[in-house]
């Protein structure tokens, strides 16, 4: 309904007042968006956070595996899957506003690996990187890795789609408070050729 302007506000223009049920009324001026007091714009060191937690850098995993994803893996063969130590390790960003400097921290803690089978992996590290000659291929990894129970052949494309997601806990800090906010994700793709091992018979 037409209402008057509130204090200190232009006169040109026209006001409405909207009006619910047992709320407060909202004055908007028509086209234009509702009057706000100037406290709520005040600038909170949770803001500040969220602008340093939106400069973060994450990097998508890089993922190595033994055999690598070039080979065609074998069906009940343990699997060795990594990712790239500088994958590994904290990030952190900073932001500045009103007076208020905050810093955003995101560690990795865990990652997840859908191995197209309908399986997942989840390994709270970065995984193993297999080392010829100081490794057995026939074990599995000590940290993390899978065993594929079926061939590709019948899968669309011939391979199984593999993606790894690196969940990063964030946490944030200005020069008086503290605290964390909702985890990050990051994640990269690649497959697997997985084919049935061929016994080879030979005449004596």
């Known amino acids: 309904m037409p209402a008057e302007p ?4 232009f ?6 007042m909207i009006q619910c049920p047992g709320q ?10 509702p009057e706000r007091d100037p406290a709520d714009e005040q600038v909170t060191p949770m803001m ?7 400069r973060l850098k994450l990097p998508r995993p890089k993922i190595v595996s033994s055999p690598k994803q070039d080979v065609p893996q074998l069906v009940r063969l343990p699997i060795w899957l990594s990712v790239s130590p500088t994958t590994w390790q904290p990030h952190s960003a900073a932001a500045d506003a009103d007076g208020i400097t905050a810093t955003a921290t995101a560690t990795p803690t865990t990652i997840t690996w859908d191995m197209g089978d309908g399986r997942t992996v989840t390994c709270r590290g ?3 990187r297999f080392q010829p000659g100081r490794h057995d291929p026939a074990k ?3 940290t993390c890795g899978h065993s594929y129970q079926e061939s590709s052949a019948t899968v669309p494309g011939g391979r199984y789609r ?3 997601t690196i969940t990063w806990a964030v946490t944030w800090s200005t020069a008086r408070e503290r605290g964390t ?3 990050l994700n990051t994640a990269s793709t690649t497959s697997f050729r997985v084919a049935e091992s061929q016994a080879i018979i030979t005449a004596s």
Request: aromatic share 2%; charged share 15%; no cysteine.
């Open 6 to 9: 509130p204090p200190g506000a």
């Open 126 to 128: 970065p995984g193993t």
């Open 162 to 164: 593999v993606t790894a």
């Open 140 to 142: 599995a990894s000590p």
């Open 24 to 33: 407060p009324g909202l004055l908007v001026r028509d086209g234009g968006a």
């Open 11 to 16: 006169d040109s223009g026209r006001w409405s």
């Open 48 to 54: 500040v956070a969220l602008m340093a937690r939106d």
């Open 181 to 183: 906010l909702p985890p």
